[in-house]
């Protein structure tokens, strides 16, 4: 039996609990930044309030570490939420416990309610029993419809599903899982995997699992230094994990063996400090003088990627190439992010935060086949093909 979608599952007249992704950035005036995680979440609270439920909506914000921060409390996103719905939407005192439970009960059906912060409990990040029996016993129904959340094994997305009859995943986590499941089983040839980021020890697994799907892996990024030093070229003063050579040693290997190519930036944008109006120059070639860190890809790179982006019919796309908030160093980035956006018969997915941002950045997001929610579960579902909140989902036979 697969997992249920919440269009399947009994709502009228039901206390739903759904697991939502509200950990926004909020401004100094203490006012969601940014309201995408939000209005991506709203099809399924919409549809559960339709169908008669009473919502409770249970996210984290920031890192609070089990301590009650004010400054990161969930009442900008329930005011913000009030404004989206158009309906009252009410913010309990807390995420558990008899207060919480007084003011539920009281509740008319169609209510909605943003309970409060999860990790003001640390409870929660460490899956406690306890606290995942209490928050199930507030509601009929369980519907998990927060993908960026879903690789982590916490009580509000693993302990306290095991509580529920009815349950099931919002249409967020299901278009999510599509998605992604398409660049798993089929996908379309050629297959280009583009990768950035600092670290390379953070895309390790996702490039192993790619070998054996991807036709060409584009690195750029920070994380590409330390592929360059593995095959001994020189790369200045530019970040570089050297624990990690060895294992960048052996990935290019496989990925020889496999007959993927890995595609290294062949020159880059250098500078000798990282700071506004600091001098930037191109490298000629690939090595990077001793006195300069890498900042961007070069010109030569960003034609050489745009080539090998041009006939793809599958792109997975998750990193920027260089330091893209900071200009002239975005140039890489916006230049790779053109190229994917241009393709009109290729089914593009990109991933992370950075590289949402990038694309937003560059008034391009619109133009991709789907941009995930979540970069950790991303990464996550594309190296192991699932996530410990869909497993804790899936039917036992």
């Known amino acids: 039996m697969e997992i249920k979608t919440i269009d399947q599952l009994p709502l009228a007249q039901k206390r739903v609990l759904i697991r939502v992704d509200f950990n926004v950035p909020l401004t100094p005036e203490h006012r969601v930044g940014d309201a995408t995680r939000i209005r991506e979440a709203l ?33 900008p996103v329930a005011g913000l939420l009030r404004e989206l719905l158009g309906c009252p939407v009410s913010l309990a005192p807390d995420c558990v416990g008899p207060m919480v439970e007084r003011q539920i009960d009281q509740l008319p059906a169609g209510s909605v309610v943003v309970l409060e912060n999860l990790r003001f409990h640390s409870e929660e990040e460490a899956n406690d029993p306890a606290f995942s029996r209490a928050l199930a016993d507030l509601a009929d129904v369980y519907v998990n419809d927060a993908f960026g959340s879903s690789h982590r094994s916490h009580a509000s997305v693993v302990g306290v599903v095991q509580h529920f009859e009815h349950k099931g995943v919002g249409f967020l986590v299901r278009k999510e899982v599509d998605a992604l499941s398409s660049l798993l089983s089929a996908p379309d040839h050629p297959f280009v995997a583009i990768l950035g980021g600092a ?11 790619l070998l054996s799907r991807a036709d060409d892996i584009i690195i750029g990024g920070a994380m590409a230094y330390t592929l360059l030093r593995a095959q001994g070229v020189r790369t200045g003063r530019s970040l570089v994990e050297p624990e990690k050579i060895d294992e960048a040693k052996n990935l290019l290997q496989e990925a020889r063996k496999r007959g993927v190519t890995i595609h290294l930036p062949q020159d880059h944008v250098v500078t000798a400090e990282l700071t506004a109006g600091a001098t930037a120059t191109a490298t000629v070639g690939a090595a990077i003088p001793d006195t300069q860190l890498g900042v961007d890809i070069g010109p030569h790179s960003i034609s050489a990627f745009q080539a090998v982006v041009q006939p793809a019919r599958t792109i997975l796309w998750n990193g920027p190439m260089g330091v893209f908030e900071m200009s002239p160093y975005d140039r890489g980035t916006r230049s790779i992010a053109e190229a994917v956006a ?8 990109a991933g992370g935060g950075d590289t949402v941002a990038a694309l937003s950045q560059a008034n391009l997001a619109d133009r991709i086949g789907h941009i995930s929610t979540g970069g950790g579960a991303s990464l996550t579902f594309l190296e192991s093909g699932d996530l410990s909140g869909l497993a804790a ?5």
Do not use: M, N, W, Y
Request: aromatic share 2%; glycine share 8%; charged share 20%.
């Open 342 to 349: 241009s393709l009109s018969s290729c089914f593009s997915v």
């Open 43 to 75: 099809p399924t609270i919409q549809h559960a309030l339709d169908q008669g439920a009473t919502v409770l909506l249970a996210s984290h914000l920031g890192r609070p570490r089990g301590e009650v921060k004010p400054t990161l409390s969930l009442k």
């Open 199 to 209: 670290k390379v020890s953070d895309k390790i697994g996702l490039i192993h699992s």
């Open 393 to 397: 989902l899936r039917p036992e036979d």
